[in-house]
Nanobody, 122 residues
């Protein structure tokens, strides 16, 4: 349901753009976001977009450097990462709340995409 891409190796100070596209049975997507998990650490929420970018929130460590944006027509969310630091190195995971109609009922379901690795190193 969620396909993420865009990770890679980048030098400190560089930029990357992650993409995550939802597909399948979709009535609406109220929220999409990005989490990350560094080795030996817990997964943390990096950024979230709610109701088509009407609300966007970020973890303090990425404010001013990362921007989340969504394209509702493409069911896609992006994470634009600038001024990358070695501490941004992690596996990044896309997450979405997707409203679907299943067995005649409309409900919201949570989905995770596969991780995409971001390595910031010189």
């Amino acid at each position: 349901q969620l396909q993420a891409s865009g990770g890679g190796l980048v030098q400190p100070g560089g930029s990357l753009r992650l993409s995550c596209t939802a597909s399948g049975n979709i009535l609406s997507i109220p929220a999409m976001g990005w989490y990350r998990q560094a080795p030996g650490k817990q997964r943390e929420l990096v950024a979230i977009s709610v109701n088509g970018d009407s609300t966007r929130n970020y973890v303090d460590s990425v404010k001013g450097r990362f921007t989340i944006s969504s394209d509702n027509a493409k069911n896609t969310v992006y994470l634009h990462m600038n001024s990358l630091k070695p501490e941004d190195t992690a596996d990044y995971y896309c997450h979405a709340q997707i409203v679907q109609r299943v067995d005649g009922m409309t409900s919201a379901f949570a989905y995770w995409g596969q991780g995409t690795q971001v390595t910031v190193s010189s």
